[in-house]
């Protein structure tokens, strides 16, 4: 029978636990490259779904909302690689493969989030 207790080892060891307490880490050390990528492709996923729900409530539209988008989400990683965590950037091929980590993905989080959330709370109809 469960206890309804939480294993506390699980959130002292387990790896995935302790590379998201490295995303947020002043210049934390990464061990393996791909750790690092995948700390910036789940970033940017979150970023892209959050300011997808942003503009659809504002509501912001059009290919300025893209392109703002686009230069927010670039610029949000390129601060996160080059000034928070300060890595090395001939080490991932430049900053341009780390911009390049998962923006499609996030293009589409984004035109989701946003088309479902602007035409929700400023369609006019009802989902029920």
């Not at 302790?18 to 947020?24: E, M, Q």
């Not at 409530?57 to 230069?71: H, N």
């Not at 300060?86 to 993905?105: A, H, N, P, S």
Request: hydrophobic share 50%; charged share 15%; net charge negative.
């Amino acid at each position: 029978m469960r206890t309804g207790r939480a294993n506390p080892k699980f959130y002292t060891t387990h790896p995935y636990f302790l590379t998201f307490l490295k995303a947020f880490k002043l210049e934390a050390g990464f061990d393996d490259k791909n750790e690092f990528l995948d700390i910036i492709y789940w970033l940017r996923q979150v970023f892209a779904v959050v300011i997808g729900i942003l503009w659809g409530l504002i509501p912001f539209k059009g290919l300025s909302a893209i392109l703002l988008f686009f230069l927010l989400n670039i610029g949000a990683v390129y601060l996160y690689a080059a000034m928070f965590q300060r890595v090395d950037e001939d080490e991932y091929g430049g900053f341009g493969e780390i911009i390049k980590e998962g923006l499609m993905t996030a293009f589409s989080c984004y035109m989701v989030s946003w088309i479902v959330m602007y035409d929700y709370a400023h369609g006019g109809t009802s989902f029920t």
